[in-house]
Every structure is written in C-alpha cells, then in structure tokens.
C-alpha cells in the first residue's frame, strides 16, 4: 500500500511523471486497477478538494493536480476502471466559460466518474442527447452568466419531454447560481464549488 501513499501524495503535490511511474509500478505489482484508482487516485482528489474547499489550494494547484491524476489515469483503459457512475456535464448554451466546468470534470473523474463532457455552449437538446446515449445517471449545468441561465430551466424540461426525467438527475453550478434557482427549475442538487459538486454527484447517484 506504500506505493498508493506515493501516488497519493505525488498528485495532490502535482508531479505528474511522479504520479504515471508509480501507477505504473502499482500497475506491475499486481494491483488491480480499481484498487489503484480509489485508494491513489481518487483519495488524493478528494484531499485537493478539502485543500481548495479551505482556501489552502487554488486554481492554479487545482489545475496542477488534475494533470498528475490525468498521467495516472493515462495507463488505464475504460475497461480497466469500474466508474461508480457516468456523467455529463456542459456549460449551458450561449455561455462560452469552461474553466469552472474544466475543473468539476477532472475532480469527477478522479473521484471515479466516467465523465463525458460535452465542453460549452450546450443546448439542451445536446443534453438530452448525452443521456441517450450513454447511460447517464446525472447531468451537470454550469452557467457564469445570468443570461444564460434560462437554459438550465429548459434542459429540465427537454428531459422531461424525452421521458428521461425520472432516472437522470440534474446538478448545476456557476457564479450567478443559488440553491433557490435549483429549487425553481426543480433541479436535484446544486453546488458553489467543484469539491461540493463531487459530493452531491455521489449522492445522486441510484443506491
């Protein structure tokens, strides 16, 4: 387990060749993938996001992190890793800001997450869409301008209208948006910050 320690402290410390050599030795001790992922990988972007949760790491670290856990996760396939759920995740149309989204998907993806990301400027339809087609058990929305908050209410109701509504929860996020918005537009959660967006994510996850 000393090496999972290693790997655990290497991203958090954001060295990346650090993070891929020693998943790679984790890798040929014999240790499974998921093992790798949830006690090394996983553990240490739950501890960046208590870090930047207590102002003790900022975006900068944030970003620096996410490349080690991105080498680590490198040397892994699809099949290797067993998600503990799939999610999409977009900034909403007519919004072109990805950075809070960028971050959200790499702590998702660290914390276990298959994450399909759809990028910006997505339409509801898009959405839809990517539930369609991936099995997808929540979505995130993130908005930074109060324009274009509208579209979170219709993505709502284009799932809905699809009948995908019942088993595809939505979670939003974004500077302009507030627990009373999610309430609104009958959103399943919301989150201020990527570390509380990966908990609420596992909470709306099916039991």
Same mark, same amino acid.
């Given at each position: 387990?000393?090496?999972?320690?290693?790997?655990?402290?290497?991203?958090?410390?954001?060295?990346?060749?650090?993070?891929?050599?020693?998943?790679?030795?984790?890798?040929?001790?014999?240790?499974?993938?998921?093992? =790798?992922?949830?006690?090394?990988? &996983? +553990?240490?972007? !739950?501890?960046? *996001?208590? #870090?930047?949760?207590?102002?003790?790491?900022? %975006?900068?670290?944030?970003?620096?992190?996410?490349?080690?856990?991105?080498?680590?996760?490198?040397?892994?396939?699809?099949?290797?890793?067993?998600?503990?759920?799939?999610?999409?995740?977009?900034?909403?149309?007519?919004?072109?800001?990805? =950075?809070?989204?960028?971050?959200? &998907? +790499?702590?998702? !993806?660290?914390? *276990?997450? #298959?994450?399909?990301?759809?990028?910006?400027? %997505?339409?509801?339809?898009?959405?839809?869409?990517?539930?369609?087609?991936?099995?997808?058990?929540?979505?995130?929305?993130?908005?930074?301008?109060?324009?274009?908050?509208?579209?979170?209410?219709?993505?709502?109701?284009?799932?809905?209208?699809?009948?995908?509504?019942?088993?595809?929860?939505?979670?939003?996020?974004?500077?302009?948006?507030?627990?009373?918005?999610?309430?609104?537009?009958?959103?399943?959660?919301?989150?201020?910050?990527?570390?509380?967006?990966?908990?609420?994510?596992?909470?709306?996850?099916?039991?």
């Amino acid at each position: 387990m000393a090496v999972l320690e290693e790997l655990k402290e290497a991203i958090i410390s954001g060295k990346r060749d650090a993070a891929k050599e020693l998943t790679q030795k984790a890798l040929d001790g014999g240790m499974k993938p998921r093992e =790798i992922v949830v006690d090394g990988i &996983a +553990a240490a972007m !739950e501890v960046v *996001g208590e #870090k930047f949760r207590a102002n003790e790491f900022y %975006v900068p670290e944030l970003l620096i992190a996410q490349r080690a856990m991105k080498q680590a996760l490198s040397l892994m396939s699809e099949e290797d890793v067993d998600h503990i759920g799939t999610e999409a995740i977009g900034t909403v149309k007519g919004d072109l800001h990805d =950075i809070g989204k960028n971050l959200v &998907a +790499a702590m998702l !993806e660290g914390a *276990g997450f #298959k994450v399909v990301d759809l990028g910006v400027d %997505v339409s509801p339809d898009q959405f839809v869409k990517a539930v369609q087609e991936n099995s997808v058990n929540v979505i995130a929305m993130s908005a930074l301008l109060t324009t274009t908050m509208g579209s979170m209410r219709d993505t709502v109701a284009a799932l809905e209208t699809a009948g995908l509504r019942d088993k595809t929860r939505v979670l939003i996020g974004g500077a302009p948006v507030t627990q009373s918005y999610a309430d609104e537009i009958k959103a399943d959660g919301y989150a201020p910050d990527a570390a509380t967006a990966v908990e609420k994510a596992k909470a709306l996850l099916p039991a």
